[in-house]
């Protein structure tokens, strides 16, 4: 199994790049890494590590898309850039699966244009994920399509519960509807009509709520992406404004320095579950091949979890599954 | 200036409702409260408490809205009820404000359907208190217009703007549109139509998003009431997610008691903030009239502070605020 890598995405590229795919090796047997990126740079960096020279090859990709780009000019002006060269290489077969930490936008673009749709899909998708008290669960549409129909939230919800179960590995995930309450006639019109084409899906456990989110109430959490970016922007920024207050609050206590230990001690355990680097990245739903992307700020050990998540992708077959669950 | 208070809404009804009108009283000398509910039961709970005849009073109201009803037929059939019957009052000039802990579709439909709407204003709206972390600012709509025109949203930007000057004492409150992105061209059409409209607006700054609610970004957050209504009810349910985790850490981590109590107050301290209580409830902007709501939930603390927000609603003239600011 091939996963290309986007050497030359995020913050601390390549070295993140190279020392996740590194780990991810030593995770899984079946995986061998493309790099891709400008040779030189790449080669230059790998030197500094010892590894297994028939599992990482270099792809010659001399472009590089900024994080701030605007997406669709990117795409279309840098062809030999990783990202556009990474999802050709996959379109051609020659490797199973692409990720990236670079720009999301140009990513979601790309795999769109390049890798199409997958068959039965209206519009791709991208997945979030959602921290809870009871570990990462699936937000869906996370801002790829802030105008949907019911048909495209009943395929979103179907993704996502097939990538739940095959990768993220939540047995019978409980698809809930984001909505303003729990009884069937609540909400928007689009709300309505997608509550009845989800009624027939055996996991739906209908509306929820916004108070359902945090304690797990459901595994596959289904909205536009309009809702679903300003829900999860919200959710990501949980973490600083906490550590505000808490820093606050040791000061107004006046803590001594091993009070504040313990303090720190426990909420660094309450924070856990927050850490979006244990999972690495998310997953377009819907392109006909596999394409993830993650936060710029990806450390190796990030790197390292999205590849072996596109590599759970490959093995569980997720688009053959989501291709039949859509013909149920 | 006459307050009237549903004295039958909420949960600890009406024991919170007449406590809280004493220390309302005590707080601002102008206030006369008038009780709504059947007069038997509030007549007896009244007579345990010691206070200046002359500015509490009682006004029979026999029916009660239950807090599980159906807003628009409970309104429509108990027209002796609490609600009815106080927003009646007011209608006919005999009372300056009505405030209630009970049923808020009920009072919502009943507040709509009775004041009647304010000059110049396209739809009412519910605003919504949301924590941050520089205390609570205003969130509009909070779930009554769920699909909007940029025209509505753009109003209660402006109403919510006069909200949070006159009544919460923000000064120069920013308003921000919750969006995906701070660009201009973000988002969906309604979206772009409205930030065109608000960009006349001296203190709009623009698109901000889900990350900037915490951070308090802006003081005023409009949106519509599908958006407002999920991302307050996530909001609503961190405290008690937080305090999950926290327990959790502590068991882990297995603190003395002492260490146990060093770590309950700092996090105390830090979730105050949250504290609904506080602010007591919020309004209905864009009706004929004052209309506050509060939580079933609602303590004495609730219902004074809900009393002085409506206090000061009626002597800033936040109505006619609204009504000239609409009109530049």
Redesign the interface.
Known sequence: MRIAVDAVGGDSYPKVQIEGAIEALEKNDNINVILLGPEELIAKELNNYSFNKNKISIFNAPQIIGMDESPAKAVKMKVKSSIVLGLALQKKGKCDAFISAGNTGALLAASTFILGKLEGVLRPTIAALYPT?KGFRLLVDA?AN??VKPEMLYQFAIMGKVYSEQVLGVENPRIGL???GEEEEK???V?KETYKLLSKTPNFIGNI???????CNADVFV?D???G??????????V???Q???G???K??K?SEE?QQ??L???S??IS?FDYQAVGGVPFLGVDGVSLVGHGSSSSRAIKNMILNAALCVENKVNSKIVSSLKN
């Open positions: 008290i801002g802030l105008e984001l909505n303003v909400g928007t019109e709300l709520e916004g108070r359902d989110i945090l304690p909205c992406g309009l809702i970016n300003i829900t999860l922007k919200f959710g990501e920024s949980l600083e404004a906490f505000i207050l808490i606050q609050g040791i107004k206590n803590l009070q313990i303090v001690k426990v909420i355990d309450v579950p």
